[in-house]
């Protein structure tokens, strides 16, 4: 049975509940769905650190004493950590959200203050497998805070969900571009100040929204005319968001021409601030909204969702237990007879299909370029004689761009997909070949090619995740998604591993040994180890081009492989269960979820 919320307490606004009346606005606003969301989006703000470490690499390798190759462990395992969220999404599935977020924000603290006080030389030298573990650490608190909030936010807006995915994934690719800017205020031109700032930022704004992470559990008739609103309030935000994204590009431009004292930094950093806060301004309106056709229509108060569902729909309960079934009986014996692409393969039937190996391969090649690129981009500029402004702009250019790529690919291939039944797995390909253009730049080292590839690397990185997660989502359905996903995401570090520890780490200490031995200098034990050139990253990124074009070259076996499958309507088993689309999860049934009658949100 459902009971109405006493006083309007556990009820959310913004076209998902609303407060009663007699409550106070400030309350109703508080409590709300929407505030929820803004909270989110701020929280995703501080969660992207992972993409900055070329502005403060530098000084971790020439206060350690680091060689290249030493550098690049370090970025596997940062790369590592920010990409294997297993443990993260375990422990929410038992326990309230504002319990994963605690424990990230204590991670990325811990993590982050370590590696400044060793880089700041008040602590003993760390050895390199406790540097490793820290950085692990840090970086997987990012997961912790993806989870606590991103995941909150899909259960509590389950008829937007591909919108709210966007929003917020793309928020932490401007996270990188959004916490330099912030970082210049506090400290100026301090990249030693830039990794405690990254510890106790994101901490503190997760420790803000504890308790307002949290599920909703409200249940509301909708109309379609409401899911339509709930999709024009998320474009608004996303209007914010893109005006946020060409303040930040600016600012970078700017900067890079003129130099900035710390009260310039602080002056720019006041219009990034208001554009941050500006979807308040949007989340007080619907509220305000609510509040006023809740008063003068005959709109149903909220109420809370119990245990017992309402009469005419199944116990949400038993879909673990059909997972379950299907992971212990149909999944064994049918490893080698999946379903048909679209349809929900088992976890065994996936991870044994020729697609996902196929798609696992071309990630790995792609990714693991991109990252490379990413992580040694500080040491790339340094090499090529840029000065640290330019580096940093280049590293801020990375983040802004990867937005771009992330909301670009994902709403572009979806008109795609929808009006010229155009593969995605293509549009994967042709994102390969752009990440290749952008490493040959690098490796040719033509004029300001450190600013033109980190756009290019920028869009493509963004891009390779949002078509890599959308693809699994596609094609082996989203009864397993969740473990699909993290699956995939492994690809990542993979990739990293190979292309950034043993080739471009190698590659340049090499190069390194080699300008040492024609100066008729021997390298002292802990002393850094630096090359300067064009010579010091050009063999590596053949290699990495080389290897992302063989990774394009395998994706088109995914192409052939999948063509008629994408030819037809991917998406008309959502249209046609409608209501059991929307129960079972995933970002591209919107539509048929918006139409559901009802909406009942649980805590988990």
Known sequence: MA??????????????????????????????????????????????????????????????????STLNLLGFFKDLGGNVGVISGLINEVSPPWVVLLMGAVMNISGYLVIWLAVAGKIPKPKVWQMCIYICVAANSQTFANTGALVTCVKNFPGSRGAVLGLLKGMVGLSGAILTQFYRAFYGDDSKGLILFIGWLPTLISFVFLRTIRIIEIQRLKSKEEGRSEMWILYRILFVLLALAGL???????????????????????????????????????????????????????????????????????QPQQQSDSVGSGCAAGICSPPARGEDYSILQALFSVDLLVLFVATTCGLGGVLTAVDNLGQIGHSLGYPQQSVTTAVSLVSIWSFLGRVGSGFGSEVLISKYRFPRPLFFTLILLLACAG??????????????????????????????????????????????????????????????????????????????????????????????????????????????????????????????????????????????????????????????????????
């Open 3 to 68: 009971v109405e919320a006493p006083n309007g307490d556990g009820g959310g606004g913004g076209g998902g509940g609303g407060c009663l009346p007699q409550k106070s606005f400030l309350r109703q606003v508080l409590l709300g769905r929407w505030f929820m969301f803004f909270a989110s989006l701020l929280i995703e703000a501080g969660s992207g650190a992972t993409y900055i470490f070329g502005i403060y690499s530098h000084d971790i390798k020439s206060s350690l004493g680091y060689d290249q």
């Open 248 to 318: 930040l590009m600016g600012l970078i431009i700017v900067q890079n021409q003129f130099r900035f004292n710390r009260s310039a930094y602080i002056g720019s950093c006041a219009p990034v601030v208001l554009l941050l806060f500006l979807p308040l301004a949007v989340v007080v309106k619907e509220e305000l909204d609510v509040r006023n056709r809740l008063r003068t229509s005959n709109f149903a108060a909220p109420v809370l969702a119990t245990e017992t569902p309402p009469e005419g729909r199944s116990p949400q309960r038993q």
């Open 439 to 604: 490493h040959l730049l690098i490796a040719f080292s033509v004029p300001y090619s450190i600013y033109v590839a980190s756009i290019v690397i920028g869009l493509s990185f963004g891009a390779q995740f949002t078509m890599l997660f959308a693809i699994i989502s596609e094609i082996f359905g989203l009864k397993h998604y969740a473990t699909l996903y993290n699956f995939g995401a492994v690809a990542s570090p993979v990739g990293s591993y190979v292309l950034n520890v043993r080739v471009a780490g190698y590659l340049y200490d090499r190069e390194a040994l080699r300008q040492m031995a024609e100066l008729g200098l021997t390298r002292k034990e802990g002393e850094e180890l630096t090359c300067n050139g064009p010579n010091c990253f050009k063999l590596a990124f053949l290699v990495v081009a080389g290897v992302t074009l063989l990774g394009a070259v395998v994706s088109v076996v995914l192409v052939v492989r999948t063509w008629s499958f994408y030819r037809g309507d991917i998406y008309k088993r959502f249209r046609e269960e409608g209501s059991g689309a929307e129960e079972e999860g995933g970002g591209d049934e919107v539509a048929a979820a918006a139409e559901s009658p009802d909406n009942v949100r649980r805590s988990t």
